[in-house]
């Protein structure tokens, strides 16, 4: 590991101002070769003359007889240099220039010395990073992040010393402080869980309170709210019984205490934050005159007393923050508290005033509420949204008083509102953030689905139709699009264990090499799924440019080259913003009334056959909607049954049809047929309440594809029952509805509509991924368990089964990690069929993913979730035959986020993937089967519904659905190879 600290100093001149005069940086060392100096001290000795005086001038508290004592004394080496750090402490309260450039000489006289005196060099190293903390800027990031870097890799190189307990762990709070700011979360909160490691008996309670803090709150913006709670808990905790009276202690408490109040807001529990608020305004009222902070407390405890039921109380706290912001300069603060009077006012019933504040909202935040920018587009603060909250107030006295306040106003609240959610793409804000307002926006289409499904019911106005599809579509579609790099993201924010505290840096040209090929998979998948929108595959390009260049940072240590690619960083990241301000400006904008997208749901409808039916569900809060689209008509309805009923039948539904997978199915009867009878008894009530209850004269079209949502992607359609069972152990009378109708899926209707409209480019050649594993291969989980992985017994029997009815090309064994480069050009298939493990992990969905190679003693190849929907593939159908790749967390704001998902957002056209373990013995039968229709020209829908058949027939044993219901096609219907051809 190089530790680089002259090279930095010359450079870190022109940004300081100071006046003093510095050597130019002699040499470039590293901590080994400090070491091989042969001398070095822990520390100084303080009890040396020269050490002496310099302490005794330095309490004295004149500056200008230390320095005059350093220069005509003849000091030199590490007493020369300690004079001058002690010079840069002494400036520290009153001039942070003059102290950073004190702090960078002393650095540098302590480097050239004969002896390395390692304490002293690290707690420079934490003062410089101190120094740093809290200046916004790419320069001082980095800066800080340098420094505090630099320290613990010197002290961690000289184990044999004892170190002040504070010092390790503040070092790496700086470092994860400096990461947070350069936007590498999952790198800073490396290093904060490496500095809480450090914590010793020893350790202050107020180091301990500050690296909990700032590791709550990195948590925070990776969307960790439960695990943020525990931490800022011990932070408060610590700082609370640290008993310090110091200011800048007492300030950090009611930081914390903002936070906590973040957090509970982000929790919905936000009344919690009221004593503790009231205690941050006490702090800073005895503390501080800065009006920003005092704004704050101000804003926090006025939106609490109206909450509270205190509406007086609350409007003179927030009048307070008014007048505190207007003071400070500060409109995104003024903007906050005209949004927090809105949302008292709402709460009183005044809806009118309510009105007035949130425009005077939006115009703080984003200059007028017409025309929101990207650069002042929802602030990363949680609670800026007053356009998003104008609309929902819209939306109830529209329901109300539709004469005053007429759908027109409200279209116009909604497409501010969606001018605004188009921003996600664009990063502005952070992950808890997006998070937040996806989870709003859902709450809010809900509203806007219901009440115009009211109106619609009552008026039959088509307008209130339209107005309830496009909300129904966008609470999936728009969200899914936006949502593109989610798991990317997840994973570069784990939570994985680090068994080295060293970090291993890389400059070679074949990591340069590895790193441009990321780029050109981010590229080309970014690009493909925005192939209507030409500015966004710029804006794309342009945002995978800086993702490839901060990891280059975070890969090199050579500070040359660490500056050229900051400067490159920099140029990277003001084209990033300039091609998202002006794709945003030319194209987006803000959206008319007449700008609006059209429904797709609606398009692609038209196109429908007469015995296809399509079932768009909807699982909001309180209720369930389901769009029903024919060829001539489209009709939208409300279900019985509530979305916390369904959870609880799809939990025994899902429970009792994978029954068969477990060992007691055959050696326990009585076991048996209870579970048998609770699968017919969930799969009936299914039936009727998400069925049965559209189609009350069972009038169904023989084709219908379900786009799914929430607990509904959990069901296999054609593995329900249209009437009560009458001989529960008798299966293969039962009344599938596979017995009358061919079902297929889709993730949105948008998706389904993009898909039409793009050319594919896909080949006609098939592709078999094939790994070989001959041994049962045990491996850790994320959940801290472990997971064994039986042997791939009948991989040669399912390639054998398809090679017999299809031309392919076979990638087999260690040979399938092929696929991870991305260096092989897939356009020439239509099909890429995988026959592995697969595993799914619904609590840590970016953890899923296809085993590549398992081989005992050596590490495994997985290709996970992230990987795979970064993985540009421009095929016709993607086959995971594997278990669990249609599993996934099932999110109340996102769908199912599942293997097949990444698949489909890597670019296949259709997946076929399991909902559960899967049988090895009957993939063989399965595939055979579905491959000889599917070169017959048969929909793969129609074909994987027959092969499902020659499951069924095949034993008595597998009549169960658990057998041949598992695989369902996601997206495109239709033959396969005619498509491709076309």
């Given at each position: 590991?190089?530790?680089?600290?002259?090279?930095?100093?010359?450079?870190?001149?022109?940004?300081?101002?100071?006046?003093?005069?510095?050597?130019?940086?002699?040499?470039?060392?590293?901590?080994?070769?400090?070491?091989?100096?042969?001398?070095?001290?822990?520390?100084?000795?303080?009890?040396?003359?020269?050490?002496?005086?310099?302490?005794?001038?330095?309490?004295?508290?004149?500056?200008?007889?230390?320095?005059?004592?350093?220069?005509s004394a003849g000091l030199e080496g590490i007493y020369r240099a300690y004079a001058t750090y002690r010079l840069g402490a002494m400036y520290s309260g009153t001039d942070a220039d003059s102290s950073r450039q004190l702090y960078a000489a002393a650095l540098d006289a302590f480097s050239q010395a004969d002896?390395?005196?390692?304490?002293?060099?690290?707690?420079?190293?934490?003062?410089?990073?101190?120094?740093?903390?809290?200046?916004?800027?790419?320069?001082?990031?980095?800066?800080?992040?340098?420094?505090?870097?630099?320290?613990?890799?010197?002290?961690?190189?000289?184990?044999?010393?004892?170190?002040?307990?504070?010092?390790?762990?503040?070092?790496?709070?700086?470092?994860?402080?400096?990461?947070?700011?350069?936007?590498?979360?999952?790198?800073?909160?490396?290093?904060?869980?490496?500095?809480?490691?450090?914590?010793?008996?020893?350790?202050?309670?107020?180091?301990?309170?500050?690296?909990?803090?700032?590791?709550?709150?990195?948590?925070?913006?990776?969307?960790?709210?439960?695990?943020?709670?525990?931490?800022?808990?011990?932070?408060?905790?610590?700082?609370?019984?640290?008993?310090?009276?110091?200011?800048?202690?007492?300030?950090?408490?009611?930081?914390?205490?903002?936070?906590?109040?973040?957090?509970?807001?982000?929790?919905?529990?936000?009344?919690?934050?009221?004593?503790?608020?009231?205690?941050?305004?006490?702090?800073?009222?005895?503390?501080?005159?800065?009006?920003?902070?005092?704004?704050?407390?101000?804003?926090?405890?006025?939106?609490?007393?109206?909450?509270?039921?205190?509406?007086?109380?609350?409007?003179?706290?927030?009048?307070?923050?008014?007048?505190?912001?207007?003071?400070?300069?500060?409109?995104?603060?003024?903007?906050?508290?005209?949004?927090?009077?809105?949302?008292?006012?709402?709460?009183?019933?005044?809806?009118?005033?309510?009105?007035?504040?949130?425009?005077?909202?939006?115009?703080?935040?984003?200059?007028?509420?017409?025309?929101?920018?990207?650069?002042?587009?929802?602030?990363?603060?949680?609670?800026?949204?007053?356009?998003?909250?104008?609309?929902?107030?819209?939306?109830?006295?529209?329901?109300?008083?539709?004469?005053?306040?007429?759908?027109?106003?409200?279209?116009?609240?909604?497409?501010?509102?969606?001018?605004?959610?188009?921003?996600?793409?664009?990063?502005?804000?952070?992950?808890?953030?997006?998070?937040?307002?996806?989870?709003?926006?859902?709450?809010?289409?809900?509203?806007?689905?219901?009440?115009?499904?009211?109106?619609?019911?009552?008026?039959?106005?088509?307008?209130?139709?339209?107005?309830?599809?496009?909300?129904?579509?966008?609470?999936?579609?728009?969200?899914?699009?936006?949502?593109?790099?989610?798991?990317?993201?997840?994973?570069?924010?784990?939570?994985?264990?680090?068994?080295?505290?060293?970090?291993?840096?890389?400059?070679?040209?074949?990591?340069?090499?590895?790193?441009?090929?990321?780029?050109?998979?981010?590229?080309?998948?970014?690009?493909?799924?925005?192939?209507?929108?030409?500015?966004?595959?710029?804006?794309?390009?342009?945002?995978?440019?800086?993702?490839?260049?901060?990891?280059?940072?975070?890969?090199?240590?050579?500070?040359?080259?660490?500056?050229?690619?900051?400067?490159?960083?920099?140029?990277?990241?003001?084209?990033?913003?300039?091609?998202?301000?002006?794709?945003?400006?030319?194209?987006?904008?803000?959206?008319?009334?007449?700008?609006?997208?059209?429904?797709?749901?609606?398009?692609?409808?038209?196109?429908?056959?007469?015995?296809?039916?399509?079932?768009?569900?909807?699982?909001?809060?309180?209720?369930?909607?389901?769009?029903?689209?024919?060829?001539?008509?489209?009709?939208?309805?409300?279900?019985?049954?509530?979305?916390?009923?369904?959870?609880?039948?799809?939990?025994?539904?899902?429970?009792?049809?994978?029954?068969?997978?477990?060992?007691?199915?055959?050696?326990?009867?009585?076991?048996?047929n209870e579970q048998l009878d609770r699968l017919a008894v969930s799969s009936h009530q299914l039936y009727q309440l998400i069925l049965g209850e559209l189609f009350p004269d069972g009038e169904m079209a023989d084709n219908l594809t379900v786009i799914p949502d929430g607990d509904i992607w959990k069901i296999?359609?054609?593995?329900?029952?249209?009437?009560?069972?009458?001989?529960?152990?008798?299966?293969?009378?039962?009344?599938?509805?596979?017995?009358?109708?061919?079902?297929?899926?889709?993730?949105?209707?948008?998706?389904?509509?993009?898909?039409?409209?793009?050319?594919?480019?896909?080949?006609?050649?098939?592709?078999?991924?094939?790994?070989?594993?001959?041994?049962?291969?045990?491996?850790?989980?994320?959940?801290?368990?472990?997971?064994?992985?039986?042997?791939?017994?009948?991989?040669?029997?399912?390639?054998?089964?398809?090679?017999?009815?299809?031309?392919?090309?076979?990638?087999?064994?260690?040979?399938?990690?092929?696929?991870?480069?991305?260096?092989?050009?897939?356009?020439?298939?239509?099909?890429?069929?995988?026959?592995?493990?697969?595993?799914?992990?619904?609590?840590?969905?970016?953890?899923?993913?296809?085993?590549?190679?398992?081989?005992?003693?050596?590490?495994?190849?997985?290709?996970?979730?992230?990987?795979?929907?970064?993985?540009?593939?421009?095929?016709?159908?993607?086959?995971?035959?594997?278990?669990?790749?249609?599993?996934?967390?099932?999110?109340?704001?996102?769908?199912?986020?599942?293997?097949?998902?990444?698949?489909?957002?890597?670019?296949?056209?259709?997946?076929?993937?399991?909902?559960?373990?899967?049988?090895?013995?009957?993939?063989?039968?399965?595939?055979?089967?579905f491959y000889t229709l599917l070169d017959e020209q048969t929909d793969r829908c129609v074909a994987l519904d027959e092969a499902q058949r020659a499951i069924k027939v095949d034993s008595p044993l597998t009549r169960h659905p658990f057998y041949w219901a598992a695989f369902q096609n996601i997206g495109a219907?239709?033959?396969?190879?005619?498509?491709?051809?076309?």
């Amino acid at each position: 590991m190089r530790l680089v600290i002259i090279l930095l100093i010359n450079a870190l001149i022109c940004f300081s101002g100071c006046d003093f005069n510095l050597p130019a940086p002699a040499t470039e060392f590293s901590a080994g070769h400090l070491e091989d100096k042969g001398n070095f001290y822990c520390d100084i000795d303080q009890d040396h003359p020269m050490i002496i005086r310099t302490d005794s001038l330095e309490n004295q508290g004149n500056p200008q007889k230390l320095l005059a004592f350093r220069d005509s004394a003849g000091l030199e080496g590490i007493y020369r240099a300690y004079a001058t750090y002690r010079l840069g402490a002494m400036y520290s309260g009153t001039d942070a220039d003059s102290s950073r450039q004190l702090y960078a000489a002393a650095l540098d006289a302590f480097s050239q010395a004969d002896t390395i005196v390692v304490e002293r060099i690290g707690r420079i190293c934490n003062n410089l990073a101190s120094a740093y903390d809290g200046l916004e800027g790419f320069n001082n990031f980095e800066l800080q992040r340098k420094y505090a870097m630099w320290g613990i890799r010197l002290m961690l190189s000289y184990g044999s010393c004892e170190y002040e307990s504070d010092l390790l762990p503040e070092l790496h709070q700086f470092a994860g402080n400096a990461l947070l700011g350069l936007k590498d979360i999952g790198e800073a909160l490396r290093y904060y869980r490496l500095g809480i490691r450090h914590f010793s008996t020893g350790t202050e309670y107020y180091v301990k309170a500050k690296l909990y803090d700032s590791y709550a709150n990195g948590l925070i913006m990776a969307g960790q709210t439960q695990l943020a709670a525990s931490y800022l808990d011990s932070a408060i905790y610590y700082q609370e019984n640290s008993n310090s009276d110091y200011y800048e202690d007492l300030l950090d408490l009611a930081s914390f205490y903002d936070t906590y109040h973040r957090l509970s807001h982000l929790k919905g529990d936000e009344l919690s934050a009221l004593d503790r608020n009231a205690k941050a305004l006490d702090i800073r009222r005895a503390n501080t005159e800065d009006r920003a902070t005092l704004a704050l407390s101000y804003n926090n405890l006025g939106r609490l007393y109206y909450l509270n039921d205190q509406p007086e109380q609350g409007e003179d706290y927030l009048k307070q923050a008014l007048i505190l912001c207007a003071e400070a300069g500060n409109w995104l603060s003024r903007g906050t508290s005209f949004e927090s009077l809105a949302l008292g006012k709402m709460h009183t019933g005044d809806t009118l005033s309510a009105l007035g504040y949130l425009d005077s909202a939006a115009i703080a935040y984003h200059g007028v509420p017409e025309k929101p920018w990207v650069t002042a587009a929802l602030n990363p603060a949680e609670m800026r949204d007053p356009l998003m909250t104008k609309a929902r107030l819209l939306t109830h006295l529209h329901a109300s008083r539709p004469d005053k306040f007429p759908l027109s106003e409200l279209e116009l609240a909604f497409a501010q509102v969606d001018s605004l959610s188009d921003l996600l793409r664009f990063s502005v804000r952070t992950e808890a953030s997006k998070r937040l307002v996806i989870r709003r926006l859902r709450a809010l289409y809900e509203v806007a689905i219901s009440t115009s499904l009211e109106r619609y019911e009552s008026s039959r106005e088509p307008e209130q139709l339209d107005f309830a599809l496009r909300y129904l579509e966008k609470g999936k579609a728009e969200i899914l699009r936006e949502r593109r790099a989610l798991s990317l993201k997840k994973a570069d924010m784990s939570e994985s264990d680090v068994d080295s505290e060293t970090v291993i840096m890389a400059n070679n040209s074949e990591e340069e090499g590895q790193l441009r090929g990321a780029s050109d998979n981010h590229r080309r998948s970014s690009a493909s799924l925005f192939q209507d929108d030409g500015y966004q595959s710029s804006s794309a390009f342009g945002e995978a440019k800086v993702a490839m260049l901060k990891r280059a940072l975070r890969l090199t240590d050579n500070y040359a080259e660490r500056k050229k690619l900051s400067r490159k960083l920099e140029q990277a990241q003001q084209v990033a913003r300039e091609l998202a301000e002006v794709s945003y400006e030319q194209l987006r904008g803000y959206r008319t009334i007449d700008q609006t997208d059209d429904i797709a749901f609606q398009q692609i409808t038209a196109s429908l056959a007469k015995d296809h039916f399509v079932l768009d569900y909807f699982v909001g809060e309180k209720n369930i909607y389901v769009a029903i689209g024919r060829q001539d008509s489209i009709s939208l309805h409300r279900l019985s049954v509530s979305p916390a009923e369904l959870s609880l039948l799809v939990a025994e539904f899902r429970e009792a049809i994978i029954a068969p997978g477990k060992s007691k199915w055959r050696g326990n009867a009585a076991w048996r047929n209870e579970q048998l009878d609770r699968l017919a008894v969930s799969s009936h009530q299914l039936y009727q309440l998400i069925l049965g209850e559209l189609f009350p004269d069972g009038e169904m079209a023989d084709n219908l594809t379900v786009i799914p949502d929430g607990d509904i992607w959990k069901i296999p359609f054609n593995a329900l029952v249209s009437r009560p069972v009458e001989d529960v152990k008798v299966v293969s009378a039962w009344p599938f509805l596979q017995d009358r109708h061919v079902f297929n899926y889709d993730f949105s209707a948008r998706m389904w509509l993009e898909r039409l409209q793009r050319q594919r480019q896909a080949g006609n050649r098939t592709l078999i991924l094939a790994p070989v594993q001959e041994e049962r291969y045990v491996l850790a989980t994320p959940l801290g368990d472990s997971l064994s992985l039986s042997p791939l017994t009948m991989v040669d029997e399912e390639i054998e089964a398809i090679r017999q009815v299809r031309s392919t090309d076979l990638w087999y064994g260690q040979e399938v990690t092929r696929f991870r480069t991305g260096k092989d050009d897939l356009s020439q298939y239509g099909i890429v069929h995988f026959s592995g493990h697969g595993v799914a992990f619904p609590a840590v969905p970016e953890a899923s993913f296809l085993a590549f190679h398992l081989d005992s003693g050596h590490e495994p190849e997985l290709f996970r979730l992230p990987d795979l929907e970064n993985r540009s593939i421009p095929i016709e159908l993607l086959v995971l035959s594997a278990c669990q790749t249609g599993d996934g967390e099932v999110s109340s704001t996102e769908g199912v986020i599942s293997l097949a998902r990444a698949g489909a957002l890597a670019g296949a056209n259709s997946v076929i993937a399991s909902y559960w373990n899967v049988t090895q013995a009957y993939k063989p039968l399965l595939f055979g089967s579905f491959y000889t229709l599917l070169d017959e020209q048969t929909d793969r829908c129609v074909a994987l519904d027959e092969a499902q058949r020659a499951i069924k027939v095949d034993s008595p044993l597998t009549r169960h659905p658990f057998y041949w219901a598992a695989f369902q096609n996601i997206g495109a219907r239709g033959p396969v190879f005619s498509r491709v051809s076309q």
